[in-house]
């Protein structure tokens, strides 16, 4: 369950059970993680290319332009989302079913209500619910060329013989080793949803495309912080993490984003360390302390979560009847 100390260390960015409304506040709480590629994984919107985009980077004495490939919202979002429902089957019974399908998602179930859901047209629930777990695009610290790769398939087929022919392309692979700085922020969340979505955090372990194959990743969880407004963003935390390693390590910053790899250790403190100062200097955050945080992960298991979710779950059904009641439906 739940402890008092684990409530009072979160109390400024999150609300309690009683005090969920369909009317936002300004309660957040982000989990800063920092995903570590531990396979090749394929992070692609048209099915063949790696989504890169084009960022700066500016530090002491220099600055540049470098192209970092990309892990969209969306492939975040709905990974955790796949892995908060299954752990939702596991261990709690609902009537209605709980689906990734549109048409097919429960409004009132922990992980609906949390993540949201589509209006579906029901006679009983027919409610659109907002997301209050809010993600974004994620970018490598390393240059596209830097930690992409262009695989071919030479020789398709199974026969021991085979004629010349042309070969097929594969989609393009981000390398294994690859890290992407990422906040993940909740926004009017009670405490025992911020524990449901450290441990969807903590054991999901596939994201991208063909994840029964590709896309392990490994999320090093580095911080909780709680405030009134969000922390600094994706791209924020990536360029501190380049210009840190480059200050560091006497590199330029074309050293860094070139680098054949990084140290990870090394990344999860620059990336702590660019959310801190953010917090310091002009974000209203701070950080709750190392063991709320290793309290949270230790929820993560099966019969702790499960008694959370089983608290959370007719406060949960409650929100959305009264956001039923107050849209008038």
Not at 3 to 27: H, I, K, R
Not at 84 to 111: C, F, H, T, W
Not at 283 to 289: L, S
Request: proline share 4%; net charge negative; hydrophobic share 35%.
């Amino acid at each position: 369950m739940i402890s008092d100390t684990l409530t009072t260390a979160l109390e400024n960015g999150t609300v309690s059970m009683d005090g969920m409304t369909n009317t936002p506040g300004t309660n957040y709480t982000t989990i800063l993680t920092l995903r570590e590629l531990e396979s090749h994984a394929v992070f692609t919107t048209n099915g063949q290319d790696a989504d890169i985009a084009s960022l700066s980077v500016v530090g002491e004495n220099s600055s540049i332009e470098y192209s970092p490939g990309i892990m969209f919202m969306r492939k975040q979002t709905g990974s955790d989302r796949r892995m908060g429902k299954a752990i939702q089957r596991e261990l709690l019974e609902y009537d209605r079913p709980d689906s990734m399908e549109v048409n097919d998602m429960n409004p009132q179930s922990v992980e609906s209500a949390l993540y949201g859901s589509a209006a579906s047209g029901d006679d009983d629930v027919d409610i659109g619910v907002t997301s209050r777990v809010m993600y974004d695009t994620a970018f490598t610290v390393r240059d596209a060329s830097a930690c992409i790769d262009e695989k071919f398939q030479n020789a398709p087929g199974e026969g021991y013989a085979k004629g010349s022919r042309s070969t097929i392309r594969e989609p393009d692979f981000f390398e294994p080793g690859t890290l992407f700085p990422c906040a993940i922020t909740l926004r009017d969340a009670t405490p025992a949803e911020v524990a449901f979505v450290v441990a969807i955090t903590k054991r999901n372990k596939r994201y991208g495309a063909a994840t029964t194959r590709l896309g392990r990743v490994k999320n090093h969880i580095l911080g909780v912080y709680t405030g009134s407004e969000e922390g600094p963003s994706n791209r924020e935390l990536t360029a501190n993490v380049i210009t840190s390693f480059a200050a560091d390590d006497e590199q330029t910053l074309s050293d860094v984003v070139q680098a054949p790899a990084l140290d990870v250790v090394q990344a999860c403190e620059y990336v702590k360390d660019a959310y801190d100062a953010a917090c310091e200097n002009k974000i209203a955050q701070e950080p709750v302390d190392e063991e709320i945080v290793n309290e949270l992960l230790s929820l993560a298991d099966d019969e702790e979560l499960q008694a959370i979710l089983e608290a959370q779950r007719p406060r949960s059904e409650a929100f959305i009847d009264g956001a039923i009641d107050t849209d008038g439906n």
